[in-house]
């Protein structure tokens, strides 16, 4: 089995970039990751390297190419299906799926606590 890579951004700028990171730490599931610091003048070579949309998060399996966190962390659960890292409600699931493109306030109220959450998993090994 391919092992998994990671590529995301900083994970302090945006709730996008750890939502799959989220997933992947807490249930010990071994990756790799990559992550390219944002809006520098060499970002964009380095993201294009990586996804040909130039945005991330974006997962590597092999030959397979996963882009956007919900369609990241929907895989993630196929993937690992013992980990049960998605719910098994569909009503669940489809709540997750739709507050995904459009709930900025949430971010914005949730990110320190998003940030401290991150810094936690971070040094807990």
């Given at each position: 089995?391919?092992?998994?890579?990671?590529?995301?951004?900083?994970?302090?700028?945006?709730?996008?970039?750890?939502?799959?990171?989220?997933?992947?730490?807490?249930?010990r599931i071994?990756?790799?990751?990559?992550?390219?610091?944002?809006?520098?003048?060499?970002?964009?070579?380095?993201?294009?390297?990586?996804?040909?949309?130039?945005?991330?998060?974006?997962?590597?399996?092999?030959?397979?190419?996963?882009?956007?966190?919900?369609?990241?962390?929907?895989?993630?659960?196929?993937?690992?299906?013992?980990?049960?890292?998605?719910?098994?409600?569909?009503?669940?699931?489809?709540?997750?799926?739709?507050?995904?493109?459009?709930?900025?306030?949430?971010w914005v109220?949730?990110?320190?606590?998003?940030?401290?959450?991150?810094?936690?998993?971070?040094?807990?090994?």
């Amino acid at each position: 089995m391919p092992p998994l890579t990671l590529v995301i951004g900083n994970k302090n700028y945006s709730s996008w970039f750890p939502r799959p990171w989220l997933l992947l730490r807490p249930a010990r599931i071994l990756f790799q990751e990559v992550r390219i610091p944002l809006c520098l003048p060499e970002s964009a070579v380095a993201l294009a390297a990586w996804s040909p949309s130039a945005k991330v998060p974006a997962l590597h399996e092999g030959d397979v190419r996963v882009r956007d966190s919900l369609a990241v962390c929907e895989s993630l659960n196929e993937r690992f299906p013992d980990k049960q890292l998605w719910s098994r409600d569909a009503a669940a699931r489809a709540v997750s799926a739709e507050v995904h493109p459009g709930f900025a306030a949430a971010w914005v109220a949730d990110a320190a606590t998003e940030t401290e959450r991150i810094e936690r998993f971070e040094h807990d090994e």
